[in-house]
């Protein structure tokens, strides 16, 4: 495809006449295009998302619509978000190598990339809705969070480089946009896009009603677009994770932008969260057993994420915060430092954990986690009990000693009637 040809969205019909001189295209799908498969199985908010088969093998092609491919055309997304989800993915790949797919081609004006067809994972929700584990999850997952964070911050990088980064990110306008609206403002108030499970009423009624609750909220969101201590993936919930049983990738950061550290695994963590209550709707006999199995992920990603920081701290603190020329070169341990920075990473991960939980309940985008439970009545209850932790996290944040003090957290609403 010529790439300066103006943008067009794809079809499972087009795209192998479109695609076939593309070099990627054929070194990884075959050389005839006219024996291709294709496949479109975007089952995501935003793009086309096609699967190319041939005789060489299969790729994935990623295209983003020119709007919010959930709402339709009333909703216009600039199709540059497609640049930052490449960039991002190549810094990833940088910063935690084998974490994300590879990238085989990127065409901006067509806003497509065509990426490594991962196989046999599939998307991790779909495997929590099931009742599946996967072995080494939370270590992938710890580490791949404490790494992105680290190594795209100026506790790491070349504050020139650095710097150049945020300005490249800063870009990348109305899909943070959405972010602020859909997850930070609208469960709060009566948006027009809001839906909400029949039963909810009292208990939406109460958070929109606690005043405190709305300034931490928001607290939360000024911190959110003013912060740019690293690259955040953005969106990093269990429908951007791909898993085997034992092999796990990070997938789709086109919400990137530079922003708090304890962004990506606070968010991570509300999706474990939601699948651990949601649970009672999906299990029979081994519900106990496999609700214990997600907070034991919550609990070890968490343990990955500070032991690999850790590391990071010790071996790599190569940029202009909290050099080695203050402390250790001075005779003074830079542990309590680091201590400090991990107490705030913490801070702001339990506060956009509460407020992803209760995003996904009340605003535009809901999860399946919830949404597949035909039972009104009994996705209320389910969905009372998250919310009701999710502003409890929101309240505490700042005092919560650890992530095995979530879990229990977790257990007790778990057990309440908050309805
Ligand atoms: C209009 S986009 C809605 C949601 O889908 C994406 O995956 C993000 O989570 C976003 O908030
Ligand atoms: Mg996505």
Redesign the pocket.
Known sequence: MNSNTSYEALSVDTLPQRLRDVPALVQHVGPDAAVWHVQEVGD???NLVFIVSGSVGKVIVKQALPY?R??GDS?PLPLYRAFYEYHALTRQAARDPGAVPEIYHFDEAQALIVMEFLAPHVILRRKLIAGEKVAGLADFLGRFCARTAFRGSELSMPSPDKKADVALFAGNVEIPA??EA??FTDPYFDAEMNSHTDGLGPVIAQLRGDAALKIKVQQMLQHFVSNTETMVHG?L?S??IMSTDSDSRVI?PE?VQYGPMGFDIGMLCANFLMAYFSQPAHRGADLSEYQEWILQVIADTARSFEAEFRHLWATERTGILYPASLFEDQGHDSAAACDAVLAGIWHDAWAVCGIEMH?RCLS??HNADFEEVADVALRARLEARNLSMGAELIHTADTIADAQAVCALARNFNRKDVL
């Open positions: 995501g908010n935003l919010v959930l709402v909703w959405i972010t859909l997850v969106d919930h429908g951007s789709d919400f995003r535009l985008a």
